[in-house]
């Protein structure tokens, strides 16, 4: 992949954490410590009550802000749910679809994923598409089936065109918010296959265009070699978002082994 062109992406996932003021603050501190010169794409995800509060501090800066969900329908009786134009009016440009916390404790199917993906795609939000397999999968030797059915389901209905707006998150279940990460091999070789999944799906130009972010216990100190591995293209982290120096160097990872900008 030495001609790869993706552009590095680095997405802070706030979860449930944090009032306005902190997160506000948050916001500022990874602004003021961003290089100006950076040149790969930086994405904070607070939680929907702290949208407005995030939005004003990154106004004219560099930093993209995302729901961390969305909703399928654009408006109705749907109670304690966000339509995407929602989203928009609040400052959003992407969203974070099907997280494994979404899927696992509020029980979404990938027909439903499916359903918010389209619904993202269709209101100009860039969908942060997450999969990932469990630890009993892996375990079972069913990692490569539950990656292939997750995108299949995901990317249903979904044209290349659509989906080249798409970007994919890896996390696999067992390194979230565990300490454990997946070794740099471990995440590589998912990667690999899920870009021979969307080859299949949309072909070769599809598959190496779209950006594949790695999830589960991204860290300061080991976001350098995940980072080095060809088809690991950013990172969607949890935990060390949280604290501002440590998602700064995250963000400015050591992109020189994989000789990146
Ligand atoms: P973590 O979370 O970095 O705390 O493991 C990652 C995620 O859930 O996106």
């Not at 679809?97 to 209101?123: M, P, Q, W, Y």
């Not at 969307?198 to 790695?214: D, F, Q, S, T």
């Amino acid at each position: 992949m030495a001609s790869n062109k993706r552009v590095p992406m680095i997405a802070g996932n706030w979860k449930m954490h944090l009032n306005s003021k902190e997160a506000a603050d948050l916001a500022a501190a990874i602004r003021k410590g961003l290089d100006p010169d950076l040149k790969h794409e930086v994405l904070l995800a607070p939680t929907f009550t702290n949208l407005h509060a995030v939005k004003a501090v990154l106004a004219g800066s560099k930093i993209f802000l995302s729901s961390q969900d969305v909703a399928w329908e654009e408006k109705g009786a749907f109670t304690g749910a966000v339509s995407p134009s929602q989203l928009i009016d609040a400052g959003c440009t992407h969203a974070i679809i099907g997280h494994s916390e979404r899927r696992k404790i509020f029980l979404e199917t990938d027909e439903v994923v499916n359903k918010k993906v389209k619904a993202a795609i269709k209101a100009n939000l860039v969908p942060v598409l997450c999969i990932g397999e469990t630890l009993e999968e892996r375990e079972s030797q069913r990692t490569y089936r539950v990656l292939e059915t997750q995108l299949n389901g995901a990317f249903a209905g979904i044209t290349a065109a659509e989906a080249s707006k798409v970007v994919i998150a890896y996390e696999p279940v067992w390194a979230i918010g565990t300490g454990k990460t997946a070794t740099p091999d471990q995440a590589q070789d998912a990667h690999v296959y899920v870009r021979r999944q969307m080859e299949r799906i949309y072909g070769k130009p599809y598959a190496e265009a779209v950006r594949l972010l790695y999830g589960g216990s991204v860290k300061a100190d080991n976001v350098d070699e995940l980072m080095a591995q060809p088809d690991i293209d950013g990172a969607l982290v949890g935990g060390e978002s949280l604290k501002s120096d440590k998602f700064l160097r995250v963000i400015h990872f050591q992109a020189v082994l994989k000789g990146r900008v």
